[in-house]
């Protein structure tokens, strides 16, 4: 999968919407292309060279010190030393945005949460997951991702929530599941759409 960066660095903006900044407590780096070979690397404000050139996409350091790049293959989280924290999960070709200070993760099939430091907050452990919302993601067990087009359609398997510390808040039992929204979410039981609260209990719509 080739990465171009003029179009990739689009897509990625939302990812540090919230991260953009020099890291406060640390030298700042920035981003660099080397111009034979068009590869992308950062050096600090003296010019030094702190991370060789290796990339095709290099976005900025968020305040919090991590930065994601891609190698043409496929994009990674990395530390300020150029070490890959994680394998962000991907929407649009671009890392899946942080929602309520978490975003989805990639490890050995499995989907997790990590951190706006790239502290890994929940391990990986399900087959897929939906973003954080009002303090609760849906997740499925036994389901299957699969490509249609340029997006996945998730199949099968029941729905759940956990909260931000990675808990089952609410037992998978659901064919299928949304995100909160006014502290209310959609579920499906035996083929109706039903409307449940925080708890899990449901409630008229």
Known sequence: MQMRRSGAAVLFLAFFSVLTGPASAAEALFPFEEPVTHLWG??????????QPQFSVAERFSDKGIAAVADGYSWKIINRK??????PYLVDNS???FRQGLARFRETGKVGFFDEHGKVVIPPQFAFAL??????AAFCQGCLERPE??????EGGLWGFIDRKGRIVITPIYDKAESFQDRKARVMRNGH???IDRQGHWIDQ
């Open 42 to 51: 950062y050096r600090n404000e003296r010019g030094t060279v702190v991370i």
């Open 82 to 87: 150029g070490k890959t924290i994680v394998q």
């Open 95 to 97: 890392p899946d945005p």
């Open 131 to 136: 973003p954080f919302s009002e303090d609760r």
């Open 149 to 154: 087009g340029e997006h996945h359609v998730v």
């Open 193 to 195: 759409w039903i409307v």
